[in-house]
């Protein structure tokens, strides 16, 4: 994945990103490198309280076409 754009600005882009911390508010533009084979991928967002209480996860399917959903 690469970073291209922060808050609608461009930015020198930061490539092989595994993971990246937005705080509220923020906006940010990447690119992912579908290069992997053609398969079904998870993509997931968490938040980063202490609490466990008060953790928030999102995940959604990358989907290759060719791939069952």
Known sequence: MTLIAAD?????????????????GER????INAINPINNYW???STLE??????HEIRAMLHYEGTRA
């Open 8 to 24: 609608g600005f461009d930015i020198a882009p930061v490539i092989n990103l595994e993971s990246f911390i937005v705080y509220p």
């Open 28 to 31: 940010i533009d990447v690119i």
């Open 43 to 45: 993509v997931r967002a």
């Open 50 to 55: 202490e609490d466990p209480e008060f953790r």
